[in-house]
């Protein structure tokens, strides 16, 4: 067996590999400041002032009608300053600069007869952002650290349009995750598998609405985690936090009534600015975090995974139960997280120079409700452990021509390891025959066993993009660059054999067979665009193009009726049965217009194409092509085979909206949207020896979204902030899973494919969602966040049989309010603050799913049948009682942080 390594020992090999080969840039990190500079007496422009950026090397000088731009600053808020000869210099605090958004300032100078001191300026930001051509949200690291979140996913998913990570009714998957503008999703599953630590983040970006050209591979929206620079001085932050579940409901969460606060803890820290003895020239930005939360959800070792009973005796007073457990409760939902983060800039001449960039995350953890593992309750140390291991390598380079103009060079690198098994070595003696989990039937916990199957992939991407940005006019910003990405992706799936051939000891099969199963593949990808930012006094325009290519690497099976010829080869297979996946592209257009109708309202439109690779998974899945007749199949492929020559899948986004300030600080945003969406993965249904069925995926399924948002802000003033945003949403489509026809042919009895558009899974037609911070900011802060939404669909059953079309009823809706309170406090010149975060302050039992018969997560109707009666040792409510249907239960955090 090819041995996985751990991702620690290529840390720094790939740090040294980007600093050399920087090929990328930031893309997506940086906003504009412009403006105009006039006589304040005049109103005449004053050509030549200089316009610096306090704190940085940035600046501009006025041109021959007043106008100024500088391009290329990181988000943040800044002071600027504007000197001329014969006037008094200016400067402008609580400058906001934003990612991808121009802000506009415009200065008046008063003449040194009138004015010799500096004059000091406060600017006032409007609601409306007039540059603003699409649905955008941008969430500061001050606003983040005010908020009851953990992570950056929490924070995504209180936007509007966003439902449990999927994008205005998309699948998951359909978004692309970036930190500091690269890519961070595996592309074996197309999900983010690493993200930075919220108390990184400078400013989150969050696309939900179509996006322009620079941004590919994406179909529902874009996620763009801004992480924190060093500044000019040193600052810092040390936090650490403890707590525990609080919760009533003791038959859903035995033994989480106790009081244990070592069963949540947690440490991180962060520390920046210049670099000893360096002065400006180098400068770092520091943070870790270790999080351990042992969960809400807890086995009883009353079996050990060697275990066995016999409950074949109809009489159950002779049954024997073999349990040599120590009965001690052990987690089953827990999570062990360590994420740190390095950043080191080197300003070498003007512009923002050489950012090296270094991201590691590591998760252990465990799924209750996943792969069984429910089952395993009794006998917990027999179910599966996850491991998650993500390394983002990257260094930049800023050429600057001049303020206007400037080339960005980025090289990236960015590994993804994934494992899961019960232990780590296959041949480890404590693996145990399977027929241990034959020992109880019928609706009854495991009394020993293991999961014998162990699934390992890793995948490597190197990123290389240049672009160029110029202020070529006044009114035209243009951006233009090339990308390209080289995929590297190891994929290992095997069971651990125990059985008379093995003499009962653990063994593996034989490469090639369908329980194990090996490939490597190398695909690239290819991309160009070019796009055109103009702005008038009553337009401003974004327009783009892009261009996207695809290599596979790989070969397709040409019939798949030849699978039972396949059976009897052994790999490497005739050249005959394959032919050679062909290349993909896509031309997509962008286009977004906004309308400002007065200096407090806009109106925007905007289109798109959008195109997106499926995940490896669907191309390369079953790459020995094994569809065994009879007996176990493979947990991870299930009798379906991958098919490289899939199309891309391809989505048409429609948007109108309009911004309005209706008071000072306090405007509204009216948004309408629809997407239209094709060549979603499907299946292909085979039949094998007339008697098995297997699947191939291809391009087949279809859904369309409509809907809307309206959201009112109340920016921070007089000491409250408020915002609440409401989504109307229909999202429809012929499946929610590429899986679905294939599932619904092996059930018994057998389900027919739709015929017709239904709601998908996700599809919560109304959406609430209400976050308000009252307090005095160096005083106090509490901070609420309430969400409240309609149940998500279901497809109601009796008896395993269907009894109303696909997702025809509602689960019940959901409502939940998490409140985070602060006190601030100066002991010794030090800022401290103590904190409380209470998640889900009410315990509402929020039902996530729900048995199909009922609609309800606590009750089935199978409880009054007589075949599932088990025989094991739990009862039949036992059996059905679902902690994992419900939400989490209450949660309290305590802790404190110092800042300096």
Known sequence: MKKVYSLCPYIFPFLLLASLFSIDLYAGTTGKLTGKVTDATTNEPLIGTNIIV?????????????????????????????????????????????????????????????????????????????????????????????????????????QAGVVDGHFRGGRIGEVKYLVDGVSVNDVYSGSSTLEADVSSIQELQVLTGTFNAEYGEALS????????????????????????????????????????????YNFQGN????????????????SGRYLNDDGYIYGKR????????????????????????????????????????????????????????????????????????????????????????????????TQLFSSKSFLDFLGSAFLSDYKQYVYSDPLDPRYVNPQRLADVSGASFYTGGTQNWHFLHKTNTYTGKIDFTSQITDVHEIKTGIEYDYHSLNYQDFQTIIDATTGFKPALPAPGSFNYNIYNNHPYQLAAYFQDKIELDYLIVNVGIRYDYFQPDANVLSDPSNIAELNNLTPPFPGTYFYKA????????????????????????????????????????????????????NPNNQNTIGNADLKPQQTVMYEIGLQ???????????????????????????????????????????????????????????GYSANLDYTYQVAKGDASDPNDAFLKAQATPPVQPNKQLVPLDWDRRHSLNFTATAGELESYLITMVAQLGSGLPYTPSLQQTNTGIQNSSNKPAFFNIDLYLTKY??????NFSVFAKIYNLFDTPNEQNVYTDTGRAGYTLQLTQQQSIPRGVNTLAQFYTRPDFYSAPRQVLVGAQIDF
């Open 221 to 264: 929206g874009v996620v763009n985690q801004v992480t924190k620079i060093g500044g000019e001085k040193y600052t810092g932050s040390l936090s650490l936090y403890s707590g525990d579940y609080f919760t009533q409901r003791s038959n859903l969460y035995p033994d989480v009534n106790k009081v244990r606060p070592k069963n949540v």
């Open 302 to 397: 009353q079996f050990n995974p060697s275990d066995s009973s016999n409950f074949t005796n109809n009489d159950p007073s002779k049954w024997y139960v073999g349990a040599t457990g120590n009965n001690a409760y052990v987690p089953m939902n827990s999570s062990k997280k360590v994420t740190l983060q390095g950043k080191l800039e080197l300003m070498v001449g003007s512009g923002r120079g050489i950012v090296f960039n270094g991201l590691y995350q590591n998760n252990d953890y465990q799924q209750f409700g996943a792969d069984n593992n429910n089952l395993f309750v009794l006998d917990p140390d027999g179910a599966y452990n996850y491991f998650q291991r993500s390394f983002l390598g990257s260094a930049s380079y």
């Open 825 to 830: 406090l100066k002991l010794m010149g030090l």
């Open 54 to 158: 306090v704190g940085t090397n940035m600046g501009a000088a006025a041109d021959v009608d007043g106008n100024y731009f500088i391009l290329n600053i990181p988000p943040g808020t800044y002071q600027i300053k504007a000197t001329q000869i014969g006037y008094a210099s200016t400067t402008i605090q609580n400058v906001k600069i934003s990612v991808d958004q121009t802000t506009r300032i415009d200065i008046k100078l008063g003449t040194q007869v009138i004015q010799l001191q500096n004059v000091v300026v406060t600017s006032q930001r409007g609601y409306v952002q007039k540059d603003l051509t699409s649905t955008e949200e941008k969430i500061s690291g001050e606003q983040i650290k005010n908020m009851p979140v953990e992570d950056v996913q929490s924070v995504v998913n209180l």
């Open 660 to 718: 309005q300030e209706i008071f000072t600080d306090f405007g509204i945003n009216v948004t309408t949207y629809y997407k239209d969406i094709r060549n979603l993965l499907g299946v292909e249904l085979f039949l094998e020896d007339n008697f098995k069925q297997y699947a191939k995926y291809i391009n087949t399924d279809y859904g369309s979204v409509t809907g809307f948002t309206v959201s009112f802000q109340k920016k921070f003033s007089d």
């Open 582 to 633: 062909s290349a993909k592209s896509q031309v997509s257009p962008r286009l977004g217009i906004s309308y400002p109708i007065t200096d407090k309202g806009a109106v925007h439109i905007s289109y798109g194409h959008f195109f997106q690779i499926p995940p490896f998974d669907y191309l390369y899945r079953n790459p020995n092509f094994r569809i065994p007749l009879t007996g176990d199949v």
């Open 271 to 286: 520390i920046s600015g210049p670099v000893p003895e360096t002065g400006d020239f180098l400068k770092f930005f520091l």
